[in-house]
Nanobody, 121 residues
Framework: VQLQASGGGLVQPGGSLRLSCVANGSIFSISNMGWYRQAPGKQRELVADITGGDITKYADSVKGRFTISRDNAKNTAYLRMNSLKPEDAAVYYC????????????????WGQGTQVTVSS
């Protein structure tokens, strides 16, 4: 199983970006998908999370600005980030909690490669 993340980059304050995360491989089912982020010198924090039933959870700092969604048919999650602030700059890591066909009774967390988000004028 691999998670392929994309969509990071450089954006001015107030701008928008959309991150994508695709889970590929021998996937039996996916529970939660989402993103954590880590800025230099800070701990990794949960940004947003979405369940298979589209129940969402957000960090207080991004509520009202970020929107997480998913396409279950494509095993893909999206994070739309609006009104970006310099403090949103970080490496964003997508994750998925899923079962594989090899081990269909056990959920395991998988991580994508980090994608850099830079917010600067």
């Amino acid at each position: 199983v691999q998670l392929q993340a994309s969509g990071g980059g450089l954006v001015q304050p107030g701008g928008s970006l959309r991150l994508s995360c695709v889970a590929n491989g021998s996937i039996f089912s996916i529970s939660n998908m989402g993103w954590y982020r880590q800025a230099p010198g800070k701990q990794r924090e949960l940004v947003a999370d979405i369940t298979g039933g589209d129940i969402t959870k957000y960090a207080d700092s991004v509520k009202g600005r970020f929107t997480i969604s998913r396409d279950n048919a494509k095993n893909t999650a999206y994070l739309r980030m609006n009104s970006l602030k310099p403090e949103d700059a970080a490496v964003y890591y997508c994750f998925a909690t899923l079962k594989t066909y090899d081990i269909p009774n056990y959920y395991k967390a998988y991580w994508g490669q980090g994608t850099q988000v830079t917010v600067s004028s």
